[in-house]
């Protein structure tokens, strides 16, 4: 039998684009697992999904059984209204966030996932948890650079940025 796992995810970008993170709790049982991480220059719908993304990845058990809790609707309604299967079909032609959604997608696959959106700063002591997660990996001296931000047709950056 797979494991039942509860995840609550939150990103979080000053100035979007700016300075960001992204923020999650684990919960399985009597575990608990935080993780975090922020990036010079991104936005806020990136580490939003950034965060779905790392949490999936840190399952270890293929077909675990997922409720993920996030206050983003561009996340949480993009899957439950089947918007992202949509765009698939379209090779996200206008979409942005293209190598973000691919990752999500294969990781997404592996597992049985369902989305509950919550609102956000409504005093949901996880939510708020990962909120705080977010904001200070986005205020880290050790921020990494969001690769795919950085390529993305968005007419603010070159490929080769110093």
């Known amino acids: ?3 039942e796992i509860t995840i609550y995810t939150d990103g979080a970008a000053s100035g979007n684009p700016g300075p960001g993170g992204y923020g999650v ?3 399985s049982g009597r575990h608990r697992k935080e993780l975090s991480g922020g990036f010079r220059l991104t936005t806020n719908n990136r580490m939003e999904l950034l965060a779905v ?3 999936l990845e840190a ?3 293929p077909d675990s059984e997922v409720t993920i809790y996030t206050d983003s609707r561009y996340v949480a309604d993009a ?3 089947g918007w992202v299967f949509e765009w698939e079909k379209k090779r996200f032609r206008k979409k942005k966030n293209q190598d973000l959604w691919l990752r999500f997608l294969e990781i997404y696959r592996q597992h049985k996932v369902r989305f509950i959106w919550i609102k956000g700063h409504a005093d949901n002591p996880e ?3 990962c909120d705080r997660l977010a904001v200070m990996a986005s205020q880290s001296g050790r921020l990494q650079e969001d ?3 950085r390529q993305e047709d968005n007419g603010m950056f070159t490929d080769n940025l110093e």
Do not use: D, F, T
């Open 1 to 3: 039998m797979s494991p």
């Open 25 to 27: 709790v684990l919960l």
């Open 53 to 55: 993304i790392v949490a």
């Open 59 to 61: 399952l270890k058990i």
């Open 79 to 81: 899957v439950e209204k």
């Open 127 to 129: 939510n708020e948890r």
């Open 147 to 149: 690769e795919g931000y």
